[in-house]
């Protein structure tokens, strides 16, 4: 089975004050298509760093990187841009849903910017919003949804450009634990209908849901 993410001996670091903090300390990773991945590390870990990585969002100091078969590494700012786009969902802790805008609006935001026509965008995104039983709040606003639904529009948005890597990174955290449950459910039937999904917890609970766990701490990785 084909590799998703594959990294190799990625190093981070970053200037405090007269010294320097490595935050990732040579991890290799390998992440296959299909597979759902919860990387498990408390605050201060690297985490965070990790996931910025892997969402192309940071650059890092040295090792390789290769997404869906593109190599990420040496990579200038408007090709990460377009990486970020084209092969990345992300699922963010607060939603990162644009207010002003309608439910629809915010789901077919990645498919305009990507040059599709409006009616293409439209379609696709209805269809992704009805997939996950939000057809009844397409002219919503995120602020007239509860915790649960903006989630569910966060990743309708994820899913809409068919990505090749769901990157989520404290998806349940906002969420009470029914909620959390059901998007973590939702999570479990996305990954059986074949999606690749990386997911960012610092909660072993929540990480239990995948089928692999990876920890990192001290920005080592260990497997479980």
């Known amino acids: 089975m084909e590799n998703v993410i594959e990294l190799t001996n990625i190093r981070k670091s970053f200037p405090m004050g007269d010294n320097v903090l490595e935050v990732l300390k040579g991890i290799s990773l390998t992440v296959k298509k299909g597979e759902f991945l919860a990387v498990l590390g408390p605050s201060g870990s690297g985490?965070?760093?990790?996931?910025?990585?892997?969402?192309?969002?940071?650059?890092?100091?040295?090792?390789?990187?290769?997404?869906?078969?593109?190599?990420?590494?040496?990579?200038?700012?408007?090709?990460?841009?377009?990486?970020?786009?084209?092969?990345?969902?992300?699922?963010?802790?607060?939603?990162?849903l644009i207010n002003k805008y309608s439910v629809l609006r915010n789901v077919e935001i990645p498919l305009?910017?990507?040059?599709?026509?409006?009616?293409?965008?439209?379609?696709?995104?209805?269809?992704?919003?009805?997939?996950?039983?939000m057809e009844k709040r397409l002219a919503h606003k995120p602020n007239e949804l509860s915790g649960g639904q903006q989630q569910r529009?966060?990743?309708?948005?994820?899913?809409?450009?068919?990505?090749?890597?769901?990157?989520?990174?404290?998806?349940?955290?906002a969420l009470d634990s029914a909620t959390g449950k059901e998007v973590l459910e939702?999570?479990?039937?996305?990954?059986?209908?074949?999606?690749?999904?990386?997911?960012?917890?610092?909660?072993?609970?929540?990480?239990?849901?995948?089928?692999?766990?990876?920890?990192?701490?001290?920005?080592?990785?260990?497997?479980?």
């Open 47 to 96: 985490k965070s760093t990790l996931m910025n990585v892997i969402g192309c969002m940071d650059k890092f100091d040295s090792g390789e990187y290769f997404l869906d078969g593109e190599a990420i590494h040496g990579m200038n700012d408007s090709k990460l841009t377009r990486i970020r786009n084209e092969k990345i969902g992300f699922i963010f802790q607060k939603y990162h």
């Open 112 to 133: 305009l910017l990507r040059g599709y026509s409006q009616k293409q965008a439209s379609a696709a995104a209805e269809e992704k919003l009805a997939r996950l039983g």
């Open 153 to 173: 529009a966060a990743i309708a948005r994820a899913l809409v450009g068919k990505p090749a890597l769901l990157l989520a990174d404290e998806p349940t955290g």
């Open 186 to 224: 939702l999570f479990s039937e996305l990954h059986r209908e074949g999606n690749t999904i990386v997911m960012i917890t610092h909660d072993l609970n929540v990480a239990k849901s995948a089928e692999r766990i990876v920890h990192i701490v001290d920005g080592e990785i260990s497997e479980d």
